[in-house]
């Protein structure tokens, strides 16, 4: 079996793919993790590192355009997040989980799709967990994924029960 130089750029196209969509399933999974609580301490310049300088994070629908809006920029992104996180009492326990993936490539740009859940401990008598659509576009900027542009469509939401027999 004899291979062309065609066949070999066709093969180089395609690991390409896989390995922007893997990069791009990290990148997803890292903002997660670091809006998660508790999670680490250092998560500012973390959650930065994860934007383009120009990018836009915005809220839509009837919920979340009106609780979110839309910011422009990494430096008003990452301060918008951080007022939820600690030092900041929000969030007793937050955990994000993803599903639904749909990731397109396209030279250095990329589009993904995921459906989210959110679980959410507020106080010990408020939780609730959270269902929401996520459409994010990536760039890569100096051979690095960054996320340009993030929405988030809340779909429902239901509260959690306190359960009286585990320890927070």
């Known amino acids: 079996m004899s291979f062309s130089t065609s066949d070999f750029a066709l093969l ?3 690991v ?6 893997s990069a791009l399933r990290l990148l997803v999974n890292r903002y997660m993790a670091l809006c998660d609580v508790p999670g ?3 998560r500012a310049q973390a ?9 836009s994070w915005q809220g839509i629908g009837s919920r979340y355009a009106r609780k979110f809006g839309r910011l422009e920029g990494r430096e008003a992104i990452v301060d918008m997040l951080m007022g939820y996180l600690p030092p900041s009492p929000h969030f007793q326990f937050n955990a994000h989980f993803l599903g639904g993936e749909h990731i397109r490539i396209d030279g ?3 589009r993904g799709q995921w459906l989210m859940q959110q679980l959410s401990r507020y106080d010990a008598e408020r939780g609730e967990a ?3 659509a996520l459409n994010l576009e990536f760039r890569q900027v100096d051979g690095t994924w960054l996320i340009s542009s993030f929405t988030t469509e809340r779909l429902d939401a239901c509260p959690l029960a306190r359960n009286p027999g585990v320890q927070s």
């Open 16 to 21: 390409a793919v896989l390995e922007a969509e």
């Open 40 to 42: 680490p301490t250092e």
């Open 108 to 110: 250095a740009k990329a």
């Open 47 to 55: 959650l930065g590192r994860l934007f383009c300088e120009d990018a």
């Open 12 to 14: 180089a196209e395609r």
């Open 130 to 132: 959270i269902v929401a």
